[in-house]
């Protein structure tokens, strides 16, 4: 079965630096949309970065200048790498995927990884 796995999240001083790692297993044949989202405590899970094809980015405006979401489908992986950080971006990452497998295609199914924390303070 398909899996995401999310892992880099930690504790970190406002103005420092994350990178995030999100790795798909199982058996796929092509994520075609990688997404970051995030989830702060009493707030709505909100979209902040998403690739598709493995090169089109985008990003909310909040983070834009600041993360930078690549994806190597020969890998299966995607990074959110973050820098400046600030409190606000504290919250619970989780990668979202649209994904093919090979029983699945030429369908796509969306999976999602359980998150990683990151904490930003001083």
């Known amino acids: 079965q398909v899996q995401l796995v999310e892992s880099g999240g930690g504790v970190v001083q406002p103005g420092g630096s994350l990178r995030l790692s999100c790795v798909g297993s199982?058996?796929?044949?092509?994520?075609?949309?990688m997404r970051w989202y995030r989830q702060a405590p009493g707030k709505q899970r909100e979209l902040v970065a998403s690739i598709t094809d493995g090169w089109n980015a985008a990003y909310d405006n909040s983070v834009a200048g600041r993360f930078t979401i690549t994806q190597d489908n020969n890998r299966n992986t995607g990074w959110l790498q973050m820098y400046s950080l600030k409190p606000q971006d504290t919250a619970v990452y989780l990668c979202?995927?649209?994904?093919?497998?090979?029983?699945?295609?030429?369908?796509?199914?969306?999976?999602w990884g359980q998150g990683t924390q990151v904490t930003v303070s001083s």
């Open positions: 979202n995927a649209n994904i093919t497998t090979r029983s699945s295609r030429p369908s796509q199914v969306g999976y």
């Open positions: 199982g058996p796929i044949y092509k994520i075609s949309v």
